[in-house]
């Protein structure tokens, strides 16, 4: 069983750029969340989603950034008009229900570079 | 506010030893859950252990163990007998039953010395 599967690995942009970040949850899982680690920080929660909706998105920059996870293919979190502060380790976690998000299982994260 | 805190931004520890890791969190809510979570130089996170907060058994996963005080809202990681693979990050973080995030500490840094 295939766990949280993340891509790319690693990103680099140029400052004004636009970065598409993709996130496969594990089979069986039809929820999503996104995390961003700043250097020398915690994981910090951005959006919550499940198929065709955004549950919660307290945690997303009200500019530039925006989530989907479509009925069909991965959950994209895109980012434009990338700047320095962007560069950071972004963290999708899956979990089966709402009811258990308390199960959630990371992916392996994408290394954005904006430079 | 949910907060947690992680007061030792590093920590050595001998292997064979054993090593005490601090997290404190605050949340009004009374029903949650806390974990302990390892981040390796791969950056891929690894659950730890878990803890439910209505159970007062403290929760064990083979070397790991945790001082859980739900007054005190503290969560400690012990580790025993320190192996060479337990160098990683360490991140405390807790989730209410009825949210959807995950809080995380700002992490540990732990070096396990040979």
């Known amino acids: 069983n295939a766990g949280v599967m993340q891509n790319p690995r690693h990103l680099v942009r140029r400052r004004g750029q636009e970065a598409r970040l993709r996130c496969s949850p594990m089979k069986g899982h039809s929820h999503v969340y996104w995390y961003r680690q700043l250097p020398e920080e915690g994981l910090k929660f951005m959006v919550y989603l499940q198929k065709e909706n955004i549950i919660d998105e307290s945690g997303m920059p009200k500019e530039r950034f925006s989530a989907e996870f479509p009925k069909e293919g991965p959950s994209i979190l895109r980012i434009q008009q990338v700047v320095r502060g962007d560069s950071a380790a972004y963290f999708c976690?899956?979990?089966?229900?709402?009811?258990?998000?308390?199960?959630?299982?990371f992916g392996p994260g994408t290394r954005l570079t904006v430079t | 506010a949910q907060t947690v805190t992680q007061s030792q931004p590093e920590m050595s520890v001998q292997e064979a030893e054993t090593v005490t890791l601090s997290c404190t969190y605050d949340t009004s809510e009374s029903n949650y859950y806390l974990f302990w979570y390892k981040q390796p130089p791969s950056r891929q996170m690894i659950l730890v252990i878990r803890?439910?907060?209505?159970?007062?058994q403290n929760a064990t996963e083979n070397r790991f163990s945790v001082n859980f005080q739900k007054a005190a809202k503290s969560f400690s990681l012990k580790i025993s007998d320190s192996q060479l693979g337990d160098t990683a990050m360490y991140f405390c973080?807790?989730?209410?039953?009825?949210?959807?995030?995950?809080?995380f500490g700002t992490g540990t840094s732990l070096t396990v010395i040979p």
């Open positions: 976690a899956s979990s089966r229900s709402r009811q258990i998000s308390y199960e959630q299982y």
């Open positions: 973080a807790f989730t209410l039953n009825t949210g959807n995030q995950f809080y």
């Open positions: 803890q439910e907060a209505y159970k007062q």
